[in-house]
């Protein structure tokens, strides 16, 4: 079985001591992972380790510690790093062009996506609430200046299958905030990496989420997703591409389907029923997996400990559940939905 985590993050911090490593093991389960850049370190980082495991089985990963040399076999599935007992059992518009066909033979491998977060737009800070609000942690913001001739060069690598993240996020606003000033400032910037989308001709990976409410994540925020809609509608993205972490209802869904977009899931489906009907009503071809990893760990795993790209299996078991269909079918379907929208 291979599966196709679209959105991770092990070019963050999270994972600066053992990155390659859980890299190396997704390639070794048949796992396939695009690293997504957050701002431009993180989206050059992403990029760098897309390189070091091109070659895989045969290249030889620089760092001390890995389970295997250049000329040998791959070796078996190395354990987990011990998270906790339970993971360690784990193991309408105008027509566009058609997206490229499905290539069967594409190989399982390392690749990149680069952009600006829109909470990265603002200097400071904004407290991160996971969805239960069992956690919360103070995340520094850089501020970035999008630079388009920096993010050019990386876009046109060909390890680069998508040009994000990049988006709309009125959740992170805090109160000092000038919020119709970020407002404006998220969309011009999701406009500019509209253009380099079209310029290289690669998808766009989106990142849309709405006001905070004073409860977990809930369906009625569409705002966010309101604007994200016209905006794609008035500046198509050629390639299309995946609406990542997608909290929306059941028709906000369908429209961006019938844009031609891909619907990102992870974690935050597991936690809970509130996205059974969603998940039911969708059809499988229009769903790619996605971790968002070191966040939003799936059930049954811990809730706040790190998440990483293999984990990604519990996402595909609860489509699968309700579903009423096997994992093998989830993975398959999803694994071909990533590699026609990421032009594999
Ligand atoms: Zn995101
Ligand atoms: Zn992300």
Known sequence: MKFFDT?????????KDDGEAVLLRCLQAGLSVVNVGSQYSTSKRAVDYAHKFENFPKAKPSEEGLAFGGDNPISPISPLNPLDSKSLNLLNQKPLEPL???????????YAAVGIHPVHLKKGSFTHVDPEELTEEEIPTTGEIFDYGKYLELARDEKVVAIGEVGLDYHHFEPIDDIE?????????????ID???EVQKPIMIHCW???????????????????LEILEKHPVAKRGIIHSFIGSYKTANSFIALGYKLGLNGIITYGNGYDR?????????IVLETDCPYLTPRPLERGSRNEPLFVEQVAQKIADVKNISLEQVANQTWKNACEILGL
């Open 278 to 286: 969603l998940i039911r009503e969708i059809d499988l071809k229009n």
């Open 181 to 193: 000033f970020l407002k404006n400032l998220q969309k011009e910037t999701l406009l500019k990496f």
């Open 7 to 15: 959105h991770a993050h092990v070019n963050f911090n999270a994972f």
């Open 196 to 198: 380099l989308a079209n």
């Open 210 to 228: 709405g006001v905070k409410s004073s409860k977990e994540l809930d369906h009625t925020r569409t705002d966010a997703y309101d604007d994200l």
């Open 100 to 110: 490229s066909p499905f290539n069967p033979l594409n190989p399982i491998g390392i």
